[in-house]
């Protein structure tokens, strides 16, 4: 996951590929209620590791449910069979409203039955989200509820006993959010002694999503009867019976936006999104008919799709949007690509979820410089074709960053792309973790258009420290281009070629075997990383550095290394001749003495004995040798930015650097702004 400030996504050009998507955070949350509650252990697999799930597992595990992670495999649920562990727990939900709603209605049931007292708090957007209509049927059927900031709004307090009137219809508001019916739904069977009905009140949205609740209670033993969609009955005597195992499906309103990356982008192979399909028992799959709508070509299987694109631009649409209430943001960035405005209708529920989605999504959409019409629950956006860098802020919305990913595709419409900042990209943890990693494996940009920061300079000034610090912070990948060089040294020496034998050495270095994986340099199957950092192999890489052909056949290597998001190269000739088209260059120094006692710390902190005024000599031969030979010698590009750091920590220098690839970078004034 990217845990940083913000990432750039810089213009991307195509997709292909496979996706496996993580669990359904709808189906996690109800099947961990489920099995929570029921007796006996069921084993869960495929569940969305996530906060929200994460939350919902916290709350189990505080209420007496016992949790097993089996290694590599399902989790293993113990229930607490209807019957209260602990009469007494505090909450906190985070702002995942399917653990909010359905705890709710399951504490205040328990606790009106078996008496107790529970607190249920998440954070400050949970806080403004409203429940009340949840807490008038609770507070109708008898229970205790008490909202302890504002009146319809968590944080709650549930407590009991108190006397249940079950013999009347519960009647609860199925207009605003459909969570309300599935909470009750969920949590009545705990006090089904007589046939409890359920009217709903106003007309129902998100049918799917009360389907998908519906389905699941099946497969814990309790078969609800439903009139229309106004009447629901639990049946007296309905009992949660686990039903020993459960696959969770992949989660659909994740797949939009992959299917909508093959209706932009897959003009070659499809997209294939596996872990999703026809036979899916979440609504929102049907948004691949809203993208067939706009112009995809969709294959259907059982569990999975596939995804090209088919009308270019696509085309426009209007659409009653309530039976794909979340994956409809996909459509409102779609919409950029279309060949006309979009009018997304009946969502008014957007207003009401992590954040006001109508509001957050006009208001991005605007930055990136479209225009865009709102009403109380419908947005049209038009499409772009003058296309605006933007920071886009994600309100700390899993959705709003996820769909705002897919403008960075308007290289696709315009001669004149822009990169896309999506700020705070870590809010995706909600429901889909590695949600960008997944996109890069899946996406291509022209190598020009990945951003690269060089970074040279002579032995021990730091470049690596550096390198890897900057990078840290944008997310980049890192290429440390002496290791090729080091390593080519190794294997030279290894294989018995003289280093001063250019073409032998240079025929090891065009076949090295090298990979680069958590921090480590493997040789084959032989871990080298240690080996490297030896001075012997820093000299050794100087001398087989000096020829030409060496530097020929590491040069595809290196520009192998330009991958999304982006990359910082530390090196020698890395801004000068590797990576001439480099937004950024740093030539790093820093004084022979000043490096001579950082190489001396380095090495006696890795246990290696060291002589300062030894190691001096060695680091001053070294710059001797690489500024003095002809291939590529050691030198500043003509547009490198100097930095001499002798004096600096290394977060000074880090936050200089930073500041330079702030000025490069075509967001300005909205480095980290809103
Ligand atoms: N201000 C600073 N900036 C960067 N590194 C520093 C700084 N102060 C101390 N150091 C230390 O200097 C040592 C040498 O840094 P590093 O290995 O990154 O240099 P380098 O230029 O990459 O060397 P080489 O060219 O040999 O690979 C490290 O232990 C690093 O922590
Ligand atoms: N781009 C580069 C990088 C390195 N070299 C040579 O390799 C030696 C070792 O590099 P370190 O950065 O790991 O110390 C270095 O002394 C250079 O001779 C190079 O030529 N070009």
């Excluded at 270095?509 to 871990?527: C, Q, Y």
Aim: glycine share 8%; hydrophobic share 45%.
């Amino acid at each position: 996951m990217f845990k940083i400030p913000f990432l750039d996504l810089p213009p991307l050009r195509a997709a292909a590929g496979t996706v496996r998507l993580p669990g359904s955070k709808s189906i996690s949350n109800r099947v961990l209620l489920l099995a929570g509650l029921s007796e006996g252990q069921t084993l869960v697999h495929d569940l969305l590791d996530s906060d929200d799930t994460a939350v919902m597992l916290a709350s189990l595990k505080q209420l007496g449910c016992v949790l097993e992670q089996v290694e590599g495999g399902p989790l293993k649920v113990t229930g607490i069979g209807a019957k209260l562990q602990t009469n007494a727990a505090k909450l906190f939900l985070g702002n995942a409203g399917t653990a909010m709603r359905p705890l709710t209605a399951a504490l205040a049931l328990l606790a009106a039955t078996q008496g107790g007292e529970f607190e249920l708090s998440g954070v400050a957007r949970m806080h403004e989200r409203p429940i009340g209509d949840l807490v008038d049927a609770l507070r109708g059927l008898g229970c205790e509820v008490a909202c302890l900031g504002n009146e319809g709004y968590p944080p709650l307090r549930l407590s009991g006993p108190s006397e249940l009137k079950l013999s009347e219809p519960v009647r609860v508001r199925g207009d605003v959010s459909s969570q309300f019916l599935t909470a009750l739904l969920l949590a009545l069977p705990l006090v089904a002694e007589q046939d409890i009905h359920i009217d709903v009140v106003g007309e129902l949205i998100s049918k799917p999503y009360i389907h998908i609740t519906l389905e699941l209670l099946k497969r814990f033993g309790i078969e609800v009867k439903r009139e229309g969609w106004q009447r629901f009955t639990i049946p007296a005597g309905s009992r949660y019976r686990s039903p020993g195992e459960i696959h969770v499906e992949g989660d659909a309103s994740s797949a939009s936006y992959f299917v909508a990356l093959g209706a932009i982008a897959a003009t070659g192979q499809p997209i294939r999104i596996e872990g999703v399909g026809s036979a899916s028992l979440q609504g929102d799959v049907r948004f691949v008919e809203a993208a067939e709508a706009m112009g995809a070509v969709v294959r259907a299987e059982a569990n999975a799709v596939e995804v090209k694109r088919g009308a270019w631009p696509l085309r426009a649409l209007d659409l009653d949007c309530n039976h794909i209430p979340d994956a409809a943001m996909t459509l409102a960035v779609m919409a950029l690509y279309a060949d006309g405005p979009s009018t997304l209708r009946n969502i008014a529920s957007w207003r009401v979820k992590e954040t006001d989605r109508i509001v957050a999504m006009a208001t991005e959409l605007r930055k990136l410089g479209a225009q865009v019409e709102e009403g109380p629950d419908w947005l049209r956006v038009h499409p772009l074709r003058d296309w605006q860098p933007a920071a886009i802020h994600t309100y700390d919305d899993h959705r709003v960053a996820m769909c705002f990913s897919l403008a960075a595709f308007n290289g696709l419409v315009t001669a004149s792309p822009v990169p896309v900042r999506i700020l705070e990209p870590q809010c995706v943890a909600k429901t889909f973790p590695d949600y960008f990693e997944t996109l890069f494996e899946v996406v291509s940009a022209r190598p020009e258009d990945i951003p690269v920061i060089t970074i040279d300079g002579p032995t021990a000034s730091g470049k690596g420290t550096l390198a890897d610090v900057v990078a840290h912070e944008l997310g980049y990948i890192v290429l440390d281009s002496g290791a090729l060089y080091r390593a080519t040294g190794l294997a030279a020496r290894r294989a018995g070629v003289e280093l001063d034998e250019a073409e032998a050495v240079a025929a090891i270095a065009a076949k090295l075997d090298l990979h680069f994986a958590k921090g480590r340099v493997w040789l084959g199957d032989e871990d080298i990383t240690d080996a490297l950092r030896e001075e012997a192999s820093g000299l050794a890489a100087s001398q087989v550095a000096a020829h030409a052909p060496v530097r020929a056949a590491l040069n595809q290597l290196q520009l192998d290394f330009r991958c999304l998001p982006g990359l910082v190269a530390d090196g020698r000739d890395m801004g000068s001749m590797v990576f001439p088209d480099a937004p950024l260059k740093v030539f790093l120094t820093a004084s022979a003495a000043t490096r001579a006692e950082r190489r001396h710390k380095q090495l006696i902190s890795k246990g290696i004995p060291a002589n300062i005024a030894g190691l001096r000599e060695d680091l001053e031969a070294r710059d001797a040798r690489d500024k003095g030979r002809t291939a590529s010698p050691l030198q500043a590009a003509a547009d490198a930015r100097r930095l001499d750091n002798s004096a600096q920590t290394i977060e000074e220098s880090r936050d200089l650097v930073l500041s330079w690839w702030a000025e490069a970078r075509p967001f300005k004034g909205s480095a980290l702004s809103h």
